[in-house]
């Protein structure tokens, strides 16, 4: 088979080069996300947000990982001759191996690190508000509250409709404002 190796030199660098900007802006993601997460947990709010979207990134940073060492490894056997065709198939074994693996760790690393944020929320005294409350058009995305009457508040549902940080800094203000006027009403009933 006629290769032409100038295009496929130029496919080969240009799809190890995609997915490796593509698995750097994904780690920026999940960095970004984890140390988001690692703020909510250590908020002492009265309502977080969790979000089990960021466990797929590592499988899927793993699978970009090895795809781009199969098309590296595959544009530099077009040079290496005849010598490199029991390399090219073991190269494609591993690779087939790699991906598959990879694969698992999207669904297998998103169960383990969803685990291990509800540890740490029910270890800082968080329940998770029960399913259909709070939340309900954010499939990844659940609520942990310190008193489950939060998560039929009404108001409360108002303000939370994405989960965002910015909402809970909402829903903690509403929550103290209402605190406030209980211990107001109560003095003045008392005294």
Do not use: H
């Not at 993601?29 to 988001?36: K, N, R």
């Not at 001759?81 to 991906?99: D, H, N, P, Q, Y």
């Amino acid at each position: 088979m006629n290769i032409n190796k100038p295009k496929a030199v130029a496919y080969g660098v240009g799809i190890t080069l995609f997915c490796g900007v593509f698995a750097s802006v994904l780690l920026w993601i999940l960095q970004s996300d984890w140390q988001s997460q690692r703020e909510q947990l250590q908020s002492g709010q009265q309502l977080i947000v969790l979000s089990y979207s960021s466990g797929y990134i590592p499988g899927v940073i793993a699978g970009l990982a090895v795809l781009a060492l199969l098309f590296s490894g595959l544009t530099f056997l077009l040079f290496a001759g005849e010598k490199a065709k029991t390399f090219k198939s073991a190269l494609i074994r591993f690779c087939s191996i790699a991906v598959l693996l990879s694969l698992g760790g999207v669904f297998g690393g998103e169960i383990y690190l969803a685990n291990n944020w509800d540890k740490q929320a029910v270890n800082k005294g968080y329940q998770p508000c029960p399913v259909g409350t709070l939340l309900l058009n954010r499939v990844t995305y659940t609520a942990w509250v310190k008193n489950e009457a939060l998560c039929y508040n009404s108001d409360i549902r108002r303000i939370i409709s994405r989960g965002t940080p910015e909402e809970t800094k909402q829903v903690e203000q509403y929550w103290q404002a209402q605190q406030r006027q209980r211990e107001a009403r109560l003095k003045l009933q008392q005294g």
